[in-house]
């Protein structure tokens, strides 16, 4: 293979957003260090759109190569492993706590690089997933900074809370590497029929956004996970 094909695998329009994927997750970790926490979980949502619309692509255009799931993964490490966690280190950062504490929160880093090489891995995740995926995990940490800026649903009273903090932290690291079944939001065809589960879901979490708003974000992600621990109780 000539050299010039090599890069064309390499520079294609996949890879060229799962690294907008990783430099909003770069960018998103500055600010977050910078005390915007507000704009830093803005680049959660960036890198989401960013990641979702590579695999779009990727299938359409039929650009597959081995070079883009390695390079998926690497990016999704800094914006829905690390962004997240530093977002936690920051929150803590605002409790009364020893310094050293805080640190903690870096643990939700490590746990969701064990859960990305365990998907590289892990045949079984071709069509659901096996534990919290990496981008649900950091779209509920993206949602504490809107709540607690915006008062939602009283969280300033609550949320800066060092036990609650570090709970949900520890709680969402372990369901990076949990054995749950979760489902994923892919389509074979779009009828009804073998879809019934998605679209009650996306009916819910609509319902869910005009009702709560920004507050719906968390309860979305806590009602994916409690309908994927349901289903793989029943089954």
């Keep these: 293979m000539s050299d010039n094909a090599s890069k064309l695998k390499i520079f294609n329009i996949p890879n060229t957003l799962t ?5 909003s997750g770069c960018v998103g970790i500055v600010l977050a260090f910078q005390g915007n926490l507000l704009w830093a979980a803005g680049m959660i949502w960036s890198g989401a759109i960013f990641d979702f619309f590579d695999g779009f692509t990727a299938r359409l255009l039929k650009q597959f190569s081995p070079i883009g799931g390695e390079l998926d993964s690497l990016a ?5 492993g690390v962004l997240p ?3 936690y280190f920051q929150l803590l950062g ?6 050293y504490v805080p640190y903690f929160a870096f643990i939700m880093a490590a746990f969701s690089a064990l859960r990305l090489a365990k998907f590289n891995v892990d045949d079984r995740q071709t069509t659901s997933f096996i534990g919290l995926p990496t981008p649900a995990n950091a779209i509920f ?7 607690l800026a915006h008062n939602i649903l009283g969280a300033e009273n609550w949320l800066l809370n060092p036990y609650l903090l570090l709970g949900l932290n520890f709680a969402f690291s372990l369901l990076l ?5 979760m489902f994923a939001l892919k389509f074979k065809t779009y009828g009804w029929k073998g879809n019934e589960l998605i679209y009650s879901f996306i009916i819910l979490a609509a319902a869910s956004i005009f ?3 920004v507050a719906s974000v968390p309860f979305i992600i806590l009602l994916y996970i409690l309908i ?5 109780y029943r089954s």
């Design 94 to 99: 605002q409790c009364e706590l020893p310094e």
């Design 211 to 213: 009702i709560l708003n």
């Design 141 to 147: 940490a993206s949602a504490l900074p809107f709540m």
């Design 85 to 87: 966690a530093v977002l």
């Design 177 to 181: 590497t949990s054995e749950i079944p």
């Design 76 to 80: 999704d490490m800094v914006t829905f």
């Design 228 to 232: 994927s621990f349901v289903r793989a």
């Design 19 to 23: 690294c907008l994927n990783l430099l």
